[in-house]
């Protein structure tokens, strides 16, 4: 049974830091790429990171770039995603998802976690 579980959000002030988990079971990680989407109240959902669990490959939204880094521990089965510098704009329910390709287009992955709030806020 494929299951992803994020964990680590919360509420921080702007120029803050956190670090997002995504545990997962049932598949071998080394397989899938897994990313990280998000989505505001009103917004659509938005492709923020993605890795690629077979050679690390890397692809990064624009709004991120240079804030954000996304990194895998294949022996924990977990990938992260470290945010700094974080913006009120970064608010929103971030969620992963497990899929064959490195990619930002949501409709590619699916199996997906049920999300965490990263709320950023003074």
């Known amino acids: 049974q494929v299951q992803l579980v994020e964990s680590g959000g919360g509420l921080v002030q702007p120029g803050g830091s956190l670090r997002l988990s995504c545990a997962t079971s049932?598949?071998?990680?080394?397989?899938?790429?897994i990313a990280w989407f998000r989505q505001a109240p009103g917004k659509e959902r938005e492709g923020v990171s993605c890795?690629?669990?077979?050679?690390?490959?890397?692809v990064y939204a624009d709004s991120v770039k240079g804030r954000f880094t996304i990194s895998s521990d294949n022996s924990k089965n977990t990938v992260y995603l470290q945010m700094n510098s974080l913006k009120p704009e970064d608010t929103a329910v971030y969620y992963c998802?497990?899929?064959?390709?490195?990619?930002?287009?949501?409709?590619?992955?699916?199996?997906w976690g049920r999300g965490t709030q990263v709320t950023v806020s003074s």
């Open positions: 998802a497990a899929g064959s390709i490195v990619a930002l287009y949501a409709p590619l992955f699916g199996s």
């Open positions: 049932g598949f071998t990680l080394a397989y899938y790429a």
């Open positions: 890795i690629s669990g077979n050679d690390g490959r890397t």
